[in-house]
């Protein structure tokens, strides 16, 4: 009969103990990263962000991904700037801002091309108003002071050569308090927000569109320059200790830019999360159709709308000297070239 020798069985065990602790072993636990929204992710502008979040674009990149919602987009900035969140998902125009003020930030990927954005007018005040300076005097709604629809009425403010103290400006928020500021108040005559809010204020009648930026060609044709909305932002320090953190979010996002052109608006809103729109199907479709022209193909930027930005939104700000501003140094497409590569 075959004997095993005693240094035999004690190999064969080491063996075995060594299989079944590697079997044991858990899996390494993924990155954690936080992206913070300035602003809701109801907004039709998170649309590329919301698919990739649903579809699991992001997760099967590896992350653990928190995402955290601050109403508006001085409060998501505030938090950005602070670290509360390694990402903040806004306008381009923060990086030009806070780069100008000696926060290395940038843009690791762009979202939208147009900005979404409309200027409409109550019902009420409707019959009234023939263009932008019937304002002066008048108060106007936006998410809050200091965010990109306070920006983009400044804009349309010093386009008609009216200054953005002949305006009320109050602060609505940019999901049901702009809903009720609208229909349960007579203080304000228009007001600058996205979808689905519009859509929504439009189909009921509230409200009356008057410029209206939810077309890329329509927002070039007004604006005169390429142009870049949102986008991921993140810190310069964070980006070099973590390039694999932010690889793994841009690979996500570019992965649902090139989907979404590929699916049907029915099949896009059946990639969001069902909390924003279950309760008016046909009012989110609306807004899908409205705004898909207005999303980045493939998450790239480039210098041409950096510095559109800064012409149309920041050219007047005098706290921003564009000598100290480095547009190159604003956005890094390195990211978004190796997800469009795959």
Do not use: C
């Not at 579809?55 to 992350?63: A, T």
């Amino acid at each position: 009969m075959h004997r095993l020798s005693l240094r035999a069985i004690a190999s064969g065990l080491l063996t075995t103990a060594t299989i079944l602790a590697f079997a044991l072993t858990p899996a390494t636990a993924a990155e954690k990263v936080r992206v913070g929204i300035a602003g809701s992710s109801s907004q039709i502008a998170l649309l590329a962000f919301n698919v990739a979040r649903t579809k699991g674009f992001i997760e099967k990149q590896g992350v653990d991904l928190e995402v955290i919602d601050f109403g508006s987009g001085s409060k998501g900035v505030q938090a950005f700037v602070g670290g509360d969140v390694d990402l903040v998902a806004a306008t381009f125009e923060h990086a030009i801002r806070l780069r100008s003020k000696g926060i290395n930030v940038k843009s690791v990927a762009s979202m939208s091309k147009a900005p979404g954005v409309v200027l409409a007018v109550t019902k009420a005040f409707a019959p009234n108003y023939k263009s932008v300076r019937d304002l002066v005097g008048k108060n106007v709604g936006v998410s809050a002071p200091g965010s990109a629809t306070h920006s983009f009425l400044n804009l349309f403010l010093a386009k008609s050569g009216i200054k953005p103290d002949q305006v009320g400006v109050i602060g609505i928020g940019n999901t049901a308090g702009a809903l009720a500021a609208i229909r349960t108040g007579s203080e304000i005559q228009a007001i600058v927000n996205y979808d689905p809010v519009i859509t929504m204020l439009e189909q009921s009648g509230d409200v009356t569109a008057a410029i209206d930026l939810r077309d890329a060609a329509a927002t070039r044709e007004a604006l005169g320059t390429d142009f870049t909305f949102l986008n991921l932002l993140a810190h310069d320090t964070y980006i070099n200790k973590n390039p694999k953190a932010v690889q793994a979010v841009v690979s996500g996002l570019v992965e649902a830019l090139r989907w979404i052109p590929t699916a049907t608006p029915e099949e896009v809103r059946a990639a969001v999360p069902e909390q924003f729109w279950k309760e008016n199907p046909g009012l989110y479709l609306e807004s899908i159709k409205k705004n898909l022209t207005g999303l980045s193909p493939d998450g790239r930027i480039t210098q041409a709308e950096a510095e559109g930005v800064y012409k149309v939104l920041l050219t007047e700000d005098p706290q921003i000297d564009p000598k100290k501003v480095d547009f190159a140094a604003t956005f890094d497409n390195s990211f978004a070239e190796k997800a469009n590569a795959k």
